[in-house]
């Protein structure tokens, strides 16, 4: 399957939603430190056949700042957002020329945003993540955000919606909690002490509405039933660093997909005794970037600070060309 060599870094990959041959992904230069930053789509499909064959970048689009996630609207094909470093979330139109976008720039938040997800149940609503330990409710068709969640008291790396609960999402911080919340209510229903580090990730389970998979700084997956969340259910080791990102399949029951700074990605069955699918070694750098495609069943991506975008279906070398 194809590889495309980014601009600079790698922070985020998304499959659209829409078109299986979509691929969305956030670069910044210097790592995120200081710099600009590329919001990139690129067509799969035109890569074609034969070695040496890339994605082609239909949209591509610099930003002032770096950027360190995106996401895919769920209402429109062509809209996108982006989280900056400036502390603003940018909304990209694919399909309008560079010199008309962003349609919208959104600036709220009082540090980095560095995580975004778009509700897949209702549709018309995103949540943004901010080092500010701040979260905000956004519609794409409003100049300002419609709540601010509130709570945490370190930075919020990642939120994630429910996959069946419309009001539904959880935060993950680096006050070593994450936390699950209904956008009716300013306060958080559960407060999980997750982890003994910060947790970087989060994501919930496409078929059961209770589980929730948190990813740390400790190395360490863990899966937490909300009903009873005293202990996890299941805890999935076997990275060297820290775990970056965490995504539930959205077509194999009880099957993760996460990449660490220990330059790997990992697939997992957490109900399986022998929970270790497939460990992928085929960035240089660290992966800060992972996705499974909703539209085709195993396909999969990842990008990382060695400046590559690789996509491949589970169970193929990510290098075979």
């Not at 041959?21 to 690129?42: C, K, P, W």
């Not at 901010?130 to 955000?145: G, H, M, V």
Request: with cysteine; glycine share 6%; proline share 8%.
């Amino acid at each position: 399957m194809p590889a495309f060599k980014a601009p600079a870094p790698g922070f985020a990959v998304r499959f659209s939603p829409f078109h299986e041959n979509r691929l969305l992904a956030a670069t910044s230069q210097h790592f995120g430190l200081v710099g600009n930053g590329h919001l990139i789509v690129l067509d799969l499909a035109a890569a074609g056949p034969g070695p040496g064959a890339a994605p082609v970048p239909v949209f591509s689009f610099p930003t002032s700042d770096a950027l360190f996630d995106c996401a895919w609207s769920e209402s429109h094909d062509s809209l996108c957002a982006a989280a900056s470093g400036d502390g603003s979330v940018r909304l990209f139109d694919a399909a309008l020329p560079p010199a008309q976008n962003p349609v919208r720039l959104l600036r709220e938040h009082a540090r980095e945003v560095h995580g975004l997800d778009w509700n897949p149940v209702r549709r018309d609503a995103f949540i943004s993540a901010s080092w500010d330990d701040t979260l905000k409710l956004w519609s794409p068709d409003r100049p300002a955000s419609v709540r601010t969640f509130r709570g945490h008291e370190y930075c919020v790396y990642a939120a994630a919606w429910s996959a069946r609960h419309p009001d539904v999402f959880a935060s993950a911080s680096g006050d070593r909690t994450a936390r699950v919340w209904d956008v009716r209510d300013p306060a958080p229903t559960l407060i999980l002490p997750a982890h003994d580090h910060e947790v970087l990730s989060l994501d919930w389970d496409k078929y059961d509405p209770s589980i929730l998979a948190t990813a740390s700084v400790d190395k360490s997956i863990r899966v937490w039933d909300v009903r009873a969340p005293r202990a996890p259910i299941a805890q999935l080791a076997g990275h060297g660093y820290a775990v970056k990102r965490v995504r539930f399949s959205p077509h194999r029951q009880g099957m993760l997909m996460s990449c660490s700074y220990d330059m790997t990605v990992c697939m997992w069955d957490y109900r399986a005794e022998d929970a270790l699918l497939a460990r992928y070694n085929h960035h240089t750098e660290f992966v800060a970037g992972i996705d499974m495609s909703v539209l085709v069943d195993g396909l999969l991506a990842s990008t990382g600070w060695d400046e590559m975008v690789y996509v491949w279906p589970f169970g193929t070398d990510p290098r075979a060309m």
